[in-house]
C-alpha cells in the first residue's frame, strides 16, 4: 500500500467552481499534513497545512482532515485558470519531520 | 520572504562525472532536506540533515550521495559518479520545524547524458 494516495486526475472544472482534491495515508503516526501546489517545471509551493481534525480555511482554500479515515481533502472555492496546477499533498511524520509525498492531481480551471 | 536559493538552476554533465548541488536554506531553519523529481513522477525523499549530520537517509540515498553543510550556510548534494537515471529535478528545503512545513528552493534541474 502507498503511504499516500491521490487521484492523479487530470480533474478539470469549470472557472469559478469548487475544485476538491482528495488524498488517503496509509500510517496512523502520522502527524502533520500539507497540500502544496506545483507549477510544471517548478518547484512544490506550500498553500496549506492542517494538524486536527476538521476543517482549516484560509481565503478560497480549505483543508479537511479525517485521522479516523486517514484522509485529508483540499476545497478550491472560486476557481480560477492561475490555479490549474498540479495539488500535491504531503505527510508528516517522525522526529525529523520528514515529509512523504502523494503523486499529485492535475488540476485544470477552463475559463 | 525569505529564499531557499538553490544553484546551478541547470546541470548537464557527462555519466560517470561527479556532480555539486548548492542550496542556500533560510537562516533561522534547523532542518535540512534533499528531494528528487523525476520527470512526471512523484517527489522523493533523499536525506534530511539537523545538528550538522545525517538524521535519515532514504535507499535512493546510496554511496554515490553525500551532503554536507561546509561554512554553516550552505547546503551541498554530492553524487560522486553520475548515472543516466540520476537525471530528476533536486530540491533543496527547508524548515524551522514541523508546524511550518518546507520552504522549497527552486530545484536544479540534473541532466546525465
Known amino acids: 500500500q502507498k503511504e499516500v494516495e491521490q487521484n492523479s486526475g487530470p480533474l478539470s472544472v469549470p472557472e469559478g467552481a469548487i475544485a476538491s482534491l482528495n488524498c488517503t495515508y496509509s500510517d496512523r503516526v502520522s502527524q502533520s499534513f500539507f497540500w502544496y501546489r506545483q507549477y510544471s517545471g517548478k518547484s512544490p509551493e506550500l498553500i496549506m497545512s492542517?494538524?486536527?481534525?476538521g476543517d482549516k480555511e484560509d481565503g478560497r482554500f480549505t483543508a479537511q482532515l479525517n485521522k479516523a479515515s486517514q484522509y485529508v481533502s483540499l476545497l478550491i472555492r472560486d476557481s480560477q485558470p492561475s490555479d490549474s496546477a498540479t495539488y500535491l499533498c504531503?505527510?508528516?511524520?517522525?522526529?525529523?519531520?520528514?515529509?512523504?509525498f502523494g503523486k499529485g492531481t492535475l488540476l485544470t480551471v477552463n475559463p | 520572504e525569505p529564499e531557499v536559493t538553490q544553484t546551478p538552476s541547470h546541470q548537464v554533465t557527462q555519466m560517470g562525472q561527479e556532480v555539486i548541488l548548492r542550496c542556500v536554506p533560510i537562516s533561522n531553519h534547523l532542518y535540512f532536506y534533499w528531494y528528487r523529481q523525476i520527470l512526471g513522477q512523484k517527489v522523493e525523499f533523499l536525506v534530511s540533515?539537523?545538528?550538522?549530520?545525517?538524521?535519515?537517509k532514504s535507499e535512493i540515498f546510496d554511496d554515490q550521495f553525500s551532503v554536507e553543510r561546509p561554512d554553516g550556510s550552505n547546503f551541498t548534494l554530492k553524487i560522486r559518479s553520475t548515472k543516466l537515471e540520476d537525471s530528476a529535478m533536486y530540491f533543496c528545503?527547508?524548515?524551522?520545524?514541523?508546524?511550518?512545513?518546507?520552504?522549497f528552493g527552486s530545484g536544479t534541474r540534473l541532466t546525465v547524458v
Open positions: 540533515f539537523y545538528n550538522n549530520e545525517i538524521s535519515e
Open positions: 528545503a527547508s524548515t524551522p520545524d514541523r508546524d511550518y512545513g518546507y520552504t
Open positions: 504531503a505527510v508528516m511524520k517522525g522526529s525529523n519531520y520528514k515529509l512523504t
Open positions: 492542517i494538524y486536527s481534525n
